[in-house]
C-alpha cells in the first residue's frame, strides 16, 4: 500500500471519527446539519472501508460536493478538501 493511499485511509478516518461525534453547535456557522453530519459521517467511513479493501472509487471533488450539502466552511471542509487531492494523486 502506497503512503499516500494510507494517508487518504487515515483522512478518511479521521473525518469519519470526528463526523461520528455529535454536532457542536458551532457547526451550524460553517453550514453543517444534523442530516448532513451524519451522511457525511457514512460517506467518509465508506470511503476508508473502500480505500483499506483496494476497492475503486468515484472520482469526485469532495468539497464541492460538501458545498452542495450547504458546508462552506470551517476545518472539517479543508480537511476534506486536502483528502480530495491526496485521492486525486492515488486513485
Do not use: Y
Amino acid at each position: 500500500m502506497s503512503t499516500m493511499l494510507e494517508v487518504a485511509i487515515q483522512q478518511a478516518s479521521a473525518l469519519a471519527e470526528q463526523l461520528s461525534s455529535p454536532m457542536p453547535e458551532s457547526a451550524v456557522t460553517d453550514g453543517w446539519r444534523q442530516e448532513t453530519w451524519v451522511k457525511w459521517a457514512g460517506i467518509f467511513g465508506d470511503l476508508a472501508t473502500s480505500l483499506a479493501d483496494g476497492r475503486e472509487v468515484a472520482m469526485a471533488s469532495i468539497s464541492r460536493a460538501l458545498d452542495m450539502d450547504g458546508v462552506h466552511g470551517g476545518a472539517i471542509l479543508e480537511a476534506a478538501a486536502t483528502l480530495s487531492n491526496h485521492l486525486r494523486r492515488v486513485c
